[in-house]
C-alpha cells in the first residue's frame, strides 16, 4: 500500500470525524486497517469495545479507486459506528436511523444508484505477465504488469543477466 493512500484515508476519517464530534458527539475511537481483500467486503465497522471501533478498507479498492472510495467508504463504516454508539439498542444496520446519520455526515444525499460500483480485477489478469526477449536464443522472460508499465512510460531499462542484452516486448 502505497503511503499517500494511508494518510489520505486517515486524514478523510478525520474529517468526517470532526463531523460526527460536532453533529451527534461523538466521542469513540476509532482504528483504521486496510486489510480486506476479495470481494466479500468492501469495507467494515466493529465495535470492540464501548466508545472501540475499527474501520477496515479494502486495499484493492482503494489503489484502484483511490479518493473516490475513501470518500464513499469511511463516511458508510462511521455512520455505523455512529449508530452503535447512539442507540444501544438494536437498529436495522441500514434503517432510518443509519441513513438519517449518514445524510447528516456527508452534508447531502447520494441516492444509493450514484453511488459508485466498484469491481475488482479478476485475479488471472492481475498475474498477467508480459512477454520479453534479449539476445539468447530461446529466452524468454515473463515481466510483471509493474515492470512493463516502466518500460512503457520509458523510466525503466531491463537487461538480462545472463547476455547483458536489454530486454525487448516479444510480438
Ligand atoms: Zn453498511
Ligand atoms: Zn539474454
Redesign the pocket.
Known amino acids: 500500500m502505497e503511503i499517500k493512500f494511508i494518510n489520505l484515508a486517515s486524514e478523510i476519517l478525520s474529517q468526517y470525524k470532526q463531523r460526527a464530534k460536532t453533529l451527534f458527539d461523538f466521542r469513540a475511537k476509532i482504528e483504521l486497517q486496510i486489510d480486506l481483500k476479495g470481494h466479500r467486503l468492501i469495507g467494515q465497522c466493529q465495535k470492540l469495545a464501548p466508545k472501540d471501533y475499527k474501520i477496515r478498507l479494502h486495499h484493492e479498492l482503494i489503489e484502484r479507486y483511490g479518493e473516490v472510495y475513501l470518500h464513499d467508504v469511511i463516511p458508510?463504516e462511521l455512520a455505523?459506528a455512529v449508530v452503535m454508539e447512539q442507540y444501544p439498542y438494536r437498529v436495522l444496520?441500514?434503517g432510518k436511523e443509519y441513513k438519517a446519520t449518514l445524510v447528516a455526515l456527508e452534508g447531502k444525499i447520494i441516492a444509493p444508484k450514484n453511488r459508485p460500483k466498484y469491481t475488482l480485477l479478476p485475479h488471472k489478469r492481475r498475474m498477467q505477465r508480459f512477454k520479453y526477449i534479449c539476445r539468447c536464443p530461446n529466452r524468454l522472460h515473463l515481466l510483471t504488469a509493474i515492470r512493463h508499465n516502466r518500460i512503457k512510460r520509458g523510466t525503466h531499462l531491463y537487461t538480462c543477466k545472463h547476455c547483458k542484452g536489454l530486454l525487448h516486448e516479444s510480438i
Open positions: 458508510h455505523h444496520p441500514h
